[in-house]
């Protein structure tokens, strides 16, 4: 099992220690580093910055949205960083959810998501592999585009600039069993956003067929400190922040996935609670139990004994959010 350092995105502005953590991950042997956006920092401008100031690493947006780019913009991204890098990029992507995407890039969520995933990874792939110009009769993407309110004279075209790899890797977020199915057949690897190793069982049925090579690289919050309770408090914070705040009551992927994970009541709980306004209570509100088996928070030898958990299943890269270079390093040990 390989380690990536998941950076994700900014808050009200960079986080200056960002670079340094990177620098640190690849000075301790880490595989990867990963970017992410929501509705503020872009996924791709910080990775170049990364990029710059290392020289093995491997670089992964984790997530960009793909309601942010069109898929022949999100390709321009990827190739151009794949070159600048010397081929370290990875492509990560996710389709977000209705109220992100509708309230934030003023988009229609698609009506069919895995149709819309679908194609868009197709027309990323045709760019990457630039055999020909690129053409979809697509429901959501389609090249050139043959709508009645455009002009019908678009021309299919290929990149002026040659891909570095056509197998550029990309990956992709799902959360729910048909999309993280459709993701072993059409993706390079699946980037989950929540993962018990003592829940494998959630994900057995979508991941059967796995072909070679296949990344399953879950995100985990790591702290190696004395304290269980403090050090899961942001992992707590997040949990409330994602199933209350990160979707419409009605749909909400983050809340309904903590429902097949075991927690249904508790997910409801603490969307009601975020919902009205009680913020502090829907962080309270997150069980100690759930926060603390997707994370990896504890002494030295506690988290040695739950980091063989997660070595002793499917998962092939674990992406660490990590506050400090000490956890880092303590990570890389306990990993060999």
């Known amino acids: 099992m390989r380690l990536g350092l998941a950076l994700g995105y900014w808050g009200r502005g960079p986080d200056p220690g960002h670079l340094d953590l990177a620098r640190e991950a690849e000075r301790l042997g880490y595989h990867s580093v990963w970017t992410a956006e ?5 996924a791709f401008t910080p990775l170049a910055w990364i990029a710059a100031h290392t020289s093995r690493i491997r670089l992964g947006t984790g997530i960009a949205q793909m309601a942010a780019r069109t898929p022949t913009a999100t390709a321009m991204h990827a190739l151009t960083l794949d070159h600048l890098s010397g081929g370290r990029m990875m492509l990560g992507l996710g389709l977000s959810g209705p109220q992100v995407v509708e309230g934030w890039y003023g988009r229609p969520f698609p009506a069919s998501p895995l149709t819309a995933t679908r194609e868009y990874v197709e027309v990323v792939r045709q760019v990457l592999r630039r055999e020909g110009p690129v053409e979809l009769a697509g429901r959501f993407h389609s090249h050139p585009y043959l709508g009645l309110d455009g002009t019908g004279t678009g021309k299919p075209l ?5 891909p570095l790899r056509a197998d550029l890797p990309v990956l992709l977020g799902a959360e729910g069993p048909r999309n993280i199915a459709q993701t072993v057949r059409i993706a390079d690897g ?8 003592l829940r494998t069982d959630v994900y057995a049925a ?10 399953i690289a879950p ?3 790591a702290r190696i400190c004395d ?13 409330g922040f994602y199933i209350g705040g990160m979707g419409h009551a009605a749909r909400n992927f ?3 996935l903590m429902g097949r994970m075991g927690y249904e009541e508790e997910a409801r709980r603490i969307q009601e609670l975020f919902l009205a306004g009680r913020r502090e209570e829907a962080v309270a509100a997150v069980p100690t139990a759930f926060a603390d088996e997707i994370s990896l928070v504890g002494p030295r030898g506690r988290v040695a004994e739950r980091l063989a958990a997660w070595r002793a299943g499917p ?3 674990l992406l660490v959010t990590a506050p400090d270079p000490a956890t880092l390093r303590v990570l890389a040990e306990l990993n060999g």
């Open 206 to 215: 979508s991941l059967t067929g796995l072909p070679p090579g296949f990344m």
């Open 227 to 239: 304290d269980v309770a403090q050090g899961l408090l942001p992992v707590k914070a997040m949990l």
């Open 219 to 221: 995100l985990v919050r």
């Open 254 to 256: 983050h809340a309904d």
């Open 38 to 42: 929501a509705w503020g920092s872009d």
């Open 315 to 317: 998962v092939t890269d």
């Open 190 to 197: 699946w980037l989950p956003l929540y993962w018990s190793p």
């Open 158 to 162: 290929k990149p002026i600039t040659h």
